[in-house]
């Protein structure tokens, strides 16, 4: 069984910069991927961005060149930087671990918010 806890989620001015952190925690998992999704209210929950166990990384084209999501496989952390912050970056954002069985864990969530 695998833990998600996720850290760094709060309210920024339009133009802002935030950074989520997402520990995973357990034992006998071994990750190949993680990655944050959010889900905004009446919207389905999409993805953000992902990187996988080789260090490859994909982005929503929303976020592209504006968030970079970064991985420590020691501490088994993802991050995600988010800068220039738009209102329509506010949502609820969920850490994502798939591991190599395939079995996938989501994190308990953390608010955004972008708003002056």
């Known amino acids: 069984q695998v833990q998600l806890v996720e850290s760094g989620g709060g309210m920024v001015q339009p133009g802002g910069s935030l950074r989520l952190s997402c520990a995973a925690s357990?034992?006998?998992?071994?990750?190949?991927?993680m990655g944050w999704y959010r889900q905004a209210p009446g919207k389905q929950r999409e993805l953000v961005a992902r990187?996988?166990?080789?260090?490859?990384?994909n982005y929503a084209d929303s976020v592209k060149g504006r968030f970079t999501i970064s991985r420590d496989n020691a501490k088994n952390t993802v991050y995600l930087q988010m800068n220039s912050l738009k209102p329509e970056d506010t949502a609820v954002y969920y850490c994502?671990?798939?591991?190599?069985?395939?079995?996938?864990?989501w994190g308990q969530g953390t608010q955004v918010t972008v708003s002056s």
């Open positions: 994502n671990a798939r591991a190599w069985d395939s079995n996938i864990y």
């Open positions: 357990g034992s006998g998992f071994s990750i190949y991927a």
């Open positions: 990187i996988v166990s080789g260090g490859s990384r």
